[in-house]
């Protein structure tokens, strides 16, 4: 059985920073690509940051771009979420998506891609 758990989330000011994790575990397994998604009360999902273990191609909603980093370890099956220069807007529960299944030119900005998620985890970033 897979289950992938994120840690690190918190309650932290506008413009800190806070580190999310997700370790994935599980006989069997293994993914192309592993992502954060986030989800604010009220609102849709939305895509944060994914990282392609092929190639270490790494992808990044606009509203995130320069302020978050994604990085991981494929062997370990670990994501990593770093997130800098938090506004009240990143305000969300956070969670951790793992794609297993392969496709013919994935979407990777979309929760369509993957198969395998997290509980999550909440951030809160006050004003």
């Known amino acids: 059985q897979v289950q992938l758990v994120e840690s690190g989330g918190g309650l932290v000011q506008a413009g800190g920073s806070l580190r999310l994790s997700c370790a994935a575990s599980?006989?069997?397994?293994?993914?192309?690509?592993m992502g954060w998604f986030r989800q604010a009360p009220g609102k849709e999902r939305e895509f944060v940051a994914a990282?392609?273990?092929?190639?270490?191609?790494?992808y990044y909603a606009d509203s995130v771009k320069g302020r978050f980093t994604i990085s991981g370890d494929n062997a370990k099956n670990t994501v990593t979420l770093q997130m800098n220069s938090l506004k009240p807007e990143d305000t969300a529960v956070y969670y951790c998506?793992?794609?297993?299944?392969?496709?013919?030119?994935?979407?990777?900005?979309?929760?369509?891609?993957?198969?395998?998620w997290g509980q999550g985890t909440q951030v809160t970033v006050s004003s």
């Open positions: 599980g006989r069997t397994f293994s993914s192309y690509a």
């Open positions: 998506a793992a794609s297993r299944v392969p496709r013919y030119s994935p979407n990777y900005y979309s929760g369509a891609t993957y198969d395998a």
């Open positions: 990282i392609k273990w092929s190639g270490g191609t790494t």
